[in-house]
């Protein structure tokens, strides 16, 4: 077995563990079905138990629990209870599109108190959102920071068209050196009508939102470096529902 295999592997096998664990301490037993509910929100404790890797791991099982319809049980009237209780303690951030395809919480199967979202159409970040991944990290402990960008993004299709609507057209310029560093995809097309190129430009654009959250945030580029948290981008195709990291 190759080395990235063993890692995959490892990190799978990581994520169900944590999983378990988790669910242990945050579940009653159904009395109509016997399966497990979660009731219980994230506890300090059992996110100081999440490293990095294991948040990411616990995030691609939990997407692929969405995929194939089988999430998780939760109570989560029970888990507002908790989390209101006792504070919350999310393991790990989403910054993702305003689409209504894209809620973290649903397509990587998460319930009350395990995520931190900033939602903005294009999933840019500003300095307002990199505050907030700032206090999300280095304050509330969370383990991963998530760019999430998806197919068909309207936000890209303004940009590729370069769209000139009131407050939008300052944010599909945020979006524009993207476009400009994508090359041509399926053809010359580079409008929103080639969508293979979209969602290249898409895809472009989480790669460089990943590069611009540790170049614009001195907090968050440290954490990386000394591995208390990692910044990594994520693509959901919401034609299927499956998010491709990378």
Known sequence: MNTKKKTAKSLSFLASLTAALLISACATQSPTTGRPVIDVAMTQ?????????AAIAMLKEGNQRFVSSSMLKRDLPGQV??????????FASIVSCIDSRSEPALVFDQGIGDLFTARVAGNIVNEDILGSLEYAAKVAGSKVI???????????????DNANLGNLTQLVAKIMPAVKATPDNHGSDRSSK???????????????????????????KE????????????????????????
Do not use: W
Request: hydrophobic share 40%.
């Open 81 to 90: 209870k908790t989390s209101g209780r006792d504070g919350q303690f999310p």
């Open 223 to 246: 954490m990386a470096d000394k591995g208390q948290i990692k910044i990594v981008g994520a693509m959901l195709d919401v034609e299927t529902g499956k998010i491709d990291f990378y």
């Open 146 to 160: 998530i760019i999430l960008g998806h197919s068909h993004c309207g936000a890209v299709k303004g940009a590729c």
């Open 45 to 53: 404790a059992m996110q100081s138990k999440i490293s990095p890797d």
């Open 194 to 220: 080639n969508h293979h190129f979209v969602d290249a430009v898409a895809e472009m654009n989480v790669k460089m939102t990943v590069k611009a959250v540790t170049e614009k945030s001195v907090v968050l």
